[in-house]
């Protein structure tokens, strides 16, 4: 056990106590002790008596997915946070996840395949709901700045698919200074490895990340900000590693088979996961005027890259 800190003063001990959850939690019906003190924390966390675990787990998820949970305040369920908007969905998915086992993936794939998260973005005026906060049609919501750098690598077909590893020492740019630098640079496009899998130095934050609200790794967050700010048009334009993207995206369509046509639809296919319509078709066609060379297809690439729509689920 530890000492309780009278008015949080180390040299002030109170009485001993073995950890344990609040007291407030009833399913909280013993101390935790002994060499399976983790353990039986875990058990506790997931016992029938406990509610909240599932209705936090469930509503995060939902949040993560639909742009909104169905508790708004995914931080905050007690009387101070805000009502849900479907409380029986809320718990009988809390029910289902927890019968379940608590296993994320096929819970996960369970929402995808939901009518309403296929439904449509496209606005639907209902007076009764003006705010869609019942979800008559799908909320449009930005995607995360480690999805859209993720995107970039795709796209240009330098994404690294491998599963695990050591993390990716964070690129150093000219203005990064300060404390406990690192000795060496990571790579630009940090090795083309998934966003996740980027070192993470809380003095040397990546600036593309942070663009787009990444958090700053000082504490847990649970529903991100989501600014539209003039620095991220900007950081799109003219940061290197977006510059380099696009470079290598236009290069590989520049030697790609087929019509200029035919090149542009693959590259909204890869971009927007459409065909581009006939307007668009035509723009993108002017812009490369005629007998394109590599140099115009990087330019149309890192203009796809410009369009809301490849940082948005529409």
Same mark, same amino acid.
């Given at each position: 056990?530890?000492?309780?800190?009278?008015?949080?003063?180390?040299?002030?001990?109170?009485?001993?106590?073995?950890?344990?959850?609040?007291?407030?939690?009833?399913?909280?019906?013993?101390?935790?002790? !002994?060499?399976?003190?983790?353990?039986?924390?875990?058990? @506790? %966390?997931?016992? &029938?008596?406990?509610? +909240?675990?599932?209705?936090?787990?469930?509503?995060?998820?939902?949040?993560?997915?639909?742009?909104?949970?169905?508790?708004?305040?995914?931080?905050?369920?007690?009387?101070?946070?805000?009502?849900? $908007?479907?409380?029986?969905?809320?718990?009988?998915?809390?029910?289902?996840?927890?019968?379940?086992?608590?296993?994320?993936?096929?819970?996960?794939?369970?929402?995808?395949?939901? @009518?309403?998260?296929?439904?449509?973005?496209?606005?639907?005026?209902?007076?009764?709901?003006?705010?869609?906060?019942?979800?008559?049609?799908? =909320?449009?919501?930005?995607?995360? !700045?480690?999805?859209?750098?993720?995107? %970039?690598?795709?796209?240009?077909?330098?994404?690294?698919?491998? +599963?695990?590893?050591?993390?990716?020492?964070?690129?150093?740019?000219?203005?990064?200074?300060?404390?406990?630098?690192?000795?060496?640079?990571?790579?630009?496009?940090?090795?083309?490895?998934?966003?996740?899998? +980027?070192?993470?130095?809380?003095?040397?934050?990546? &600036?593309? +990340?942070?663009?787009?609200?990444?958090?700053?790794?000082?504490?847990?967050?649970?529903? =991100?900000?989501?600014?539209?700010?003039?620095?991220?048009?900007?950081?799109?334009?003219?940061?290197?590693?977006?510059?380099? @993207?696009?470079?290598?995206? !236009?290069?590989? $369509?520049?030697?790609?088979?087929?019509?200029?046509?035919?090149?542009?639809?693959?590259?909204? =296919?890869?971009?927007?996961?459409? %065909?581009?319509?006939?307007?668009?078709?035509?723009?993108?066609?002017?812009?490369?005027?005629?007998?394109?060379?590599?140099?115009?297809?990087?330019?149309?690439?890192?203009?796809?890259?410009?369009?809301?729509?490849?940082?948005?689920?529409?």
């Amino acid at each position: 056990g530890e000492h309780v800190f009278i008015r949080g003063n180390p040299r002030s001990l109170g009485v001993n106590v073995k950890p344990r959850l609040p007291v407030a939690f009833e399913y909280a019906t013993q101390p935790l002790h !002994g060499p399976l003190m983790l353990q039986d924390f875990a058990q @506790q %966390l997931v016992s &029938p008596r406990n509610p +909240l675990l599932a209705r936090v787990a469930v509503n995060r998820f939902w949040h993560h997915l639909f742009g909104r949970g169905i508790v708004a305040s995914v931080d905050n369920f007690g009387v101070l946070g805000e009502r849900p $908007t479907h409380p029986e969905l809320l718990d009988y998915l809390a029910s289902e996840f927890a019968a379940n086992g608590y296993t994320m993936k096929p819970f996960l794939k369970r929402l995808v395949l939901t @009518q309403t998260y296929r439904m449509s973005s496209s606005p639907v005026d209902d007076p009764r709901d003006p705010a869609n906060l019942l979800l008559h049609h799908f =909320r449009v919501k930005r995607l995360e !700045g480690e999805a859209i750098r993720d995107s %970039l690598l795709m796209v240009s077909g330098r994404l690294d698919r491998k +599963l695990g590893g050591p993390p990716v020492a964070t690129h150093l740019t000219a203005f990064m200074e300060g404390r406990g630098k690192p000795g060496k640079s990571g790579p630009l496009d940090g090795d083309g490895r998934r966003s996740i899998y +980027l070192a993470v130095r809380r003095n040397f934050l990546n &600036p593309f +990340l942070q663009a787009f609200d990444t958090p700053i790794p000082f504490t847990t967050i649970g529903a =991100r900000s989501n600014s539209n700010v003039p620095a991220q048009a900007l950081i799109l334009m003219n940061d290197p590693f977006v510059r380099q @993207q696009a470079e290598l995206w !236009g290069r590989a $369509t520049s030697r790609a088979n087929g019509s200029s046509t035919d090149r542009i639809t693959s590259m909204y =296919r890869q971009a927007f996961t459409r %065909l581009p319509t006939n307007e668009e078709l035509t723009l993108c066609l002017e812009f490369l005027g005629e007998a394109p060379d590599a140099e115009a297809w990087e330019r149309l690439a890192h203009s796809l890259i410009q369009v809301q729509e490849f940082r948005f689920v529409p």
